[in-house]
């Protein structure tokens, strides 16, 4: 799928004017097969749709204590959800976060600033069941 510059252009206005943060994209060096980190400490994780999940994404992954994010899709009934056929998932994000250094309160205190309730079936630009 090819991208109009117009509508990249104000899919990123709306991340910046969204974001209290500056724009920080990580991608991810390995896929999480283990929720411990690096030294074998436990972490804890958590799964929030927030609109698209690469907006979501940049949102979490940029917070210090957050050590990987996972973009997938949760909430549906359908056995194999595919970006073409989601059945009733939402794009969701899971958040593997270090308590030690950010709580489950502070993560969703950057989820309820950064979604907007009123928004039926969608968020900012995204329009569609998916990113409710």
């Known amino acids: 799928m ?7 252009f104000f899919s990123v206005l709306h991340l910046l004017l969204l974001t209290d943060t500056a724009l920080c994209i990580r991608f991810p060096d390995r896929v999480s097969t283990s929720i411990n980190d690096e030294l074998g400490r436990p972490l804890k994780a958590a799964v929030f749709a ?19 994010t996972t973009v997938g899709y949760a909430g549906g009934s359908k056995t194999n959800p595919e970006f073409r ?13 270090d308590p030690r250094v ?3 309160r502070q993560l ?10 009123r928004q039926v079936f969608g968020q900012g630009p995204d329009v ?5």
């Open 50 to 68: 927030l609109g698209s999940f690469w907006r979501s994404e940049a949102v979490f992954g940029c917070l210090n204590g957050v050590v990987r």
């Open 2 to 8: 090819v991208l109009s510059k117009r509508y990249l």
């Open 108 to 117: 969703l205190e950057v989820f309820w600033t950064s979604h907007d309730c």
């Open 128 to 132: 569609g069941n998916q990113y409710r």
């Open 85 to 97: 056929n989601l059945g009733d998932h939402a794009e969701s994000v899971q958040v593997e976060y």
């Open 102 to 104: 950010i709580n489950f």
